[in-house]
Nanobody, 119 residues
C-alpha cells in the first residue's frame, strides 16, 4: 500500500504562485508515473500533469506554460510549481502514483490538498 504526504496548498491571489509537494512511501515495487489531478466543485477529476520515472511529462492544455512538474525519483517525491494562478485553478489537488511489477500495476491517490485562487 502506497501512502502519501501532500503539502503546499493554500489561498493565493490571482497571478500568484504555489508549490505542491507529494512524498510517496510504502511502495514494494517500482513507481512509474507520478502526477497531479484536480477536482473542482461539481466537476469531474481531471489531469493536471504527470511525469514518468524517466522524466517524460504530460500537461493539461489549461496549465501549459504556467505549471511545471518535477520529480525526485530517489525520494519518490513529486512537485508541482504553479505560477500565474487563475481563479479557475481553484480545486482540490490530488497526488497520484502508478506502481508497477511485471504485468501488474496499481493506482494510488493522496488525500488531496485545497488550492484556492481569489480574483
Amino acid at each position: 500500500q502506497v501512502h502519501f504526504v501532500e503539502s503546499g496548498g493554500g489561498l493565493v491571489q490571482a497571478g500568484g504562485s504555489l508549490r505542491l509537494s507529494c512524498a510517496a512511501s510504502g511502495s514494494r515495487f517500482s513507481i512509474n508515473v507520478m502526477g497531479w489531478y484536480r477536482q473542482a466543485p461539481g466537476k469531474q477529476r481531471e489531469l493536471v500533469a504527470t511525469i514518468t520515472s524517466v522524466g517524460s511529462t504530460n500537461y493539461a492544455d489549461s496549465v501549459k506554460g504556467r505549471f511545471t512538474i518535477s520529480r525526485d525519483s530517489a525520494k519518490n517525491t513529486v512537485y508541482l510549481q504553479m505560477n500565474n494562478l487563475k481563479p479557475e485553478d481553484t480545486a482540490v489537488y490530488y497526488c497520484y502514483a502508478e506502481e508497477v511489477y511485471k504485468l501488474l500495476r496499481g493506482d494510488y491517490w493522496g488525500q488531496g490538498t485545497q488550492v484556492t485562487v481569489s480574483s
